[in-house]
T-cell receptor
Framework: AQSVSQHNHHVILSEAASLELGCNYS??????LFWYVQYPGQHLQLLLK??????LVKGIKGFEAEFIKSKFSFNLRKPSVQWSDTAEYFC?????????????FGRGTSLIVHP | EAQVTQNPRYLITVTGKKLTVTCSQN?????MSWYRQDPGLGLRQIYY???????DKGDVPEGYKVSRKEKRNFPLILESPSPNQTSLYFC????????????FGDGTRLSIL
């Protein structure tokens, strides 16, 4: 079965700083990759997803992620964060064949953006 | 407005008292699922459903039941709740990817005493 690791548990930034949140997965086959955001007290929202094709994926709210197959990584980036980006971010993966179709979520990264 | 609706939002109850958390979606999605979210553990899938009368276990199904009698509804049933089921629960639906949620409900916070 696949697993997901989010190395940064807590990230604190000032507004306008650049953001990169790490996500690594372990699975040898083909996967779908996702990033979700959970604002305080709210449900998860899908930020972006990668199924196939261009490894650079653009999502909502100015976020993007790059799938690097050789590194088993799918890092989330934003060039300039805002106070409203304060939230918890979850990376998720599911296998498309051979492994578990059940999605596996990372433990989350808490992002705090200071105004 | 497209949405996934869960009820109740909050519930405090006691060990052994059966409870049901309802989930309804208005997007005609075939795929629905239940997750629990615990601090430091992320989300873990409890059950999922690919269509009416088709359900299957996720990663942590013990102590839970589900049913899918209608496409829009996917209730989560705790027959005999225990304190280790105290958690935040989310229902989710998806239009095209059966195993990956794309629309979440607002969550149900359950406390089992």
């Amino acid at each position: 079965a696949q697993s997901v690791s989010q190395h940064n548990h807590h990230v604190i930034l000032s507004e306008a700083a650049s953001l990169e949140l790490g996500c690594n997965y372990s699975y040898g086959g083909t996967v779908n990759l996702f990033w979700y955001v959970q604002y305080p007290g709210q449900h998860l929202q899908l930020l972006l997803k990668y199924f196939s094709g261009d490894p650079l994926v653009k999502g909502i709210k100015g976020f993007e992620a790059e799938f690097i197959k050789s590194k088993f990584s799918f890092n989330l980036r934003k060039p300039s964060v805002q106070w409203s980006d304060t939230a918890e971010y979850f990376c998720a993966v599911n296998a498309t064949s051979g492994g578990s179709y059940i999605p596996t979520f990372g433990r989350g990264t808490s992002l705090i953006v200071h105004p | 407005e497209a949405q996934v609706t869960q009820n109740p939002r909050y519930l405090i109850t006691v060990t052994g008292k059966k409870l049901t958390v309802t989930c309804s979606q208005n997007m005609n999605h075939e795929y629905m699922s239940w997750y629990r979210q615990d601090p430091g553990l992320g989300l873990r899938q409890i059950y999922y459903s690919m269509n009416v009368e088709v359900t299957d276990k996720g990663d942590v199904p013990e102590g839970y039941k589900v049913s899918r009698k209608e496409k829009r509804n996917f209730p989560l049933i705790l027959e005999s709740p225990s304190p280790n089921q105290t958690s935040l629960y989310f229902c989710a639906s998806s239009p095209d990817l059966p195993y990956q949620p794309q629309h979440f409900g607002d969550g149900t916070r359950l406390s089992i005493l």
